[in-house]
C-alpha cells in the first residue's frame, strides 16, 4: 500500500509543478496515514492500544505510517527538508507560488530550478558547433534542444555575434573540461522575437544584445548588490548546464538564444549591431572594474595589453575623464592607442621601462591574455601610488603569478580581479557609448562553417586588430 501512496505521489510530481496540487494529495494521503493508525491490521482501536497484541507486520506498518506521516507533515508545514530518495525518483521538480515574482520553493538532488517554466516542450535551435579539443577548429551546423520556455524568457532572433579568446579558450581546452558538443559564441545582438508572460524589461521586436552570462539566482546578496556576475549559482551563455533539465547552454554562432531578461540589454539606435556586439562581453569587461576603481577625472589609469579588452579599456578610461596611458611589450601598437585616446605608452621592451613613472599611477587594469618569458610583476606594481589597485580582466590559459607579501610592502598596493559586469553597469556603458559616439574596432566576417574556423585560428594568432562579429545569420538561418 505505501509503496503505491509513494508511486504516486511520484507521478503527481512529474506532472504537475504546482505547490497547492501536491500540498492537496499530501493531505489527503496523510488522513489516509491516521486512517491506517486507526485500524491498523485491522484489530480495531480497543486492541491498538494494547501493543502486547501487536505481530511483527503491525510494528512494521506503524514504522511505515509515522515515517510517511512525518515527511508529509513537514512538507505541508513548509519545512526546508531536502528527501533525497524522493528527490532521485522524480527527478529535478520545481513547485511554485504563483503569486509571487521570482520566488519558489524547490527540491532537487543537487540544485534549485531556475526559472517558471509556461511551456515543457523540447524547441530546438541550429548553431555550429565544435566536438572536443581535438578538432577545435571544426565547426558543424546541427540542430540542438534548449531548456524550456520560461515565463521571464526572452527567444531572440541572433543577427550577429562577436568573437572572444574566451571562445577559443573553451574550445581547445585551454580552460579545462567542457560539454560537447558546443556553440560557443557570447556577444550576442538580434531581435527579441518572442518574450515571456512575466517579461517587463524587453519588449518583443526590440533590438537587443546578450553577452557571457545568461542568469543567476536575483535572490542572494550578491544579486540584490548589483553583483550578480559573482552569484553562485550564476550560468554561462554557454557550456553550462541548465539544473532542472540537464540541457546544455549553446552559444551565439547559432539561429536563436533563449535567455532570462535580466540577462538580456537594450541596444541604443545609434549603435550598429557589429560594433555592440563585442561590448557585450569584451567591454563590459573592462568597463566594469574601470567605474568600481574610481577612474575618472584626476585620476591616472594604466591599461596592460592593447589587444580586444585593451583596446576598449583605453577607449573607456578616456571617456570616463582619466588620464589614461597603456602598456604594451613593445611600440608597435602606440600610433593605434593614441587615436584611440592613450594619453602615454610605455614599451616595457624598453630599458628600465618602468623607473619613471614608479608610483605615479592610481589604477592599472591587466588585460593581457599572456604574460610571456620574463613577466615581471613587480615592476608593473612599482608604477602604483600607494593603495593604488591592479585589477586582473584577462585571464591566460598557463600563466601563474608568483609573489611574496613583502613585494606589496613599498606601496601598499592592492591585486584583485573582476568578472563581467552587472546589469546596471552594461546600461550605464551602453549610454556612455550612445553619449560619447565609442566604436569597437571591429572586423566584421560572414557567418559559416569555414569563416568560423579561419577566424578563431586567427584570434588564437593574436591576428586581429581588434575585435572579429560573425556577420550575415540570416544568408545561413534565413531572415
Given at each position: 500500500m505505501y509503496l503505491l501512496f509513494a508511486l504516486n505521489e511520484a507521478l503527481v510530481l512529474r506532472s504537475t509543478g504546482d505547490l497547492r496540487v501536491w500540498k492537496t494529495v499530501l493531505f489527503v494521503l496523510l488522513i489516509a496515514d491516521f486512517g491506517h493508525l486507526y485500524s491498523v491490521s485491522g484489530i480495531g482501536p480497543n486492541v491498538y492500544w494494547n501493543i502486547s497484541q501487536w505481530n511483527p507486520i503491525d510494528w512494521g506498518n506503524l514504522a511505515f505510517v509515522y515515517l510517511g506521516a512525518s515527511m508529509r507533515i513537514a512538507f505541508l508545514t513548509g519545512y526546508p527538508t531536502r528527501f533525497s530518495i524522493v528527490a532521485n525518483l522524480v527527478g529535478s521538480f520545481e513547485l511554485q507560488h504563483p503569486p509571487r515574482r521570482r520566488e519558489w520553493v524547490y527540491a532537487a538532488p543537487e540544485q534549485p530550478w531556475h526559472t517558471n517554466s509556461t511551456d515543457m516542450a523540447q524547441d530546438k535551435f541550429q548553431g555550429f558547433q565544435v566536438?572536443?579539443?581535438?578538432?577545435?577548429?571544426?565547426?558543424?551546423?546541427r540542430e540542438f534542444v534548449t531548456k524550456p520556455f520560461g515565463d521571464y524568457d526572452v527567444d531572440i532572433k541572433i543577427e550577429c555575434c562577436g568573437v572572444c579568446s574566451s571562445d577559443v579558450h573553451t574550445i581547445n581546452g585551454g580552460w579545462g573540461p567542457q560539454h560537447f558538443p558546443l556553440t560557443v559564441g557570447h556577444e550576442i545582438v538580434g531581435k527579441a522575437l518572442r518574450v515571456g508572460p512575466k517579461v517587463t524589461l524587453i519588449k518583443e521586436g526590440q533590438r537587443v544584445g546578450v553577452g557571457a552570462q545568461s542568469y543567476s539566482c536575483l535572490e542572494c546578496r550578491q544579486c540584490k548588490n548589483n553583483n550578480e556576475t559573482y552569484c553562485k549559482k550564476q550560468l554561462d551563455t554557454f557550456g553550462a548546464v541548465w539544473p532542472d533539465t540537464g540541457i546544455v547552454t549553446q552559444g551565439g554562432y547559432s539561429s536563436h538564444?533563449?535567455?532570462?531578461?535580466?540577462w538580456v540589454f537594450p541596444i541604443p539606435d545609434s549603435i550598429p549591431s557589429h560594433i555592440a556586439a563585442p561590448m557585450l562581453c569584451a567591454g563590459i569587461t573592462s568597463y566594469s572594474p574601470l567605474v568600481r576603481n574610481g577612474a575618472g577625472p584626476g585620476k591616472k589609469v594604466a591599461i596592460v595589453g592593447l589587444g580586444g579588452l585593451g583596446h576598449f579599456g583605453v577607449m573607456f578610461a578616456k571617456a570616463l575623464g582619466a588620464e589614461t596611458w597603456v602598456i604594451s611589450r613593445t611600440h608597435s601598437k602606440e600610433e593605434d592607442a593614441k587615436k584611440m585616446g592613450a594619453d602615454g605608452f610605455l614599451a616595457t621592451s624598453d630599458k628600465d621601462w618602468n623607473v619613471p613613472h614608479q608610483m605615479t599611477f592610481d589604477l592599472i587594469v591587466s588585460t593581457a591574455n599572456s604574460f610571456g618569458d620574463g613577466f615581471d610583476l613587480n615592476s608593473y606594481l612599482s608604477l602604483l601610488d600607494v593603495h593604488g589597485r591592479w585589477i586582473s580582466v584577462g585571464f591566460p590559459e598557463e600563466a601563474e603569478l608568483k609573489i611574496r607579501p613583502q613585494d606589496l610592502n613599498p606601496n601598499g598596493c592592492l591585486i584583485g580581479a573582476s568578472h563581467l559586469g552587472s546589469r546596471k553597469e552594461?546600461?550605464?556603458?551602453?549610454?556612455?557609448?550612445?553619449e560619447k559616439g565609442i566604436r569597437s574596432w571591429v572586423e566584421t566576417v560572414p557567418l559559416s562553417a569555414e569563416n568560423l574556423s579561419k577566424t578563431v585560428q586567427r584570434l588564437h594568432k593574436n591576428d586581429v586588430r581588434y575585435r572579429f562579429a560573425m556577420v550575415d545569420y540570416d544568408k545561413v538561418f534565413g531572415a
Open positions: 566536438d572536443g579539443p581535438e578538432t577545435w577548429t571544426q565547426f558543424h551546423l538564444v533563449r535567455t532570462h531578461e535580466h552594461m546600461l550605464e556603458m551602453f549610454k556612455l557609448v550612445d
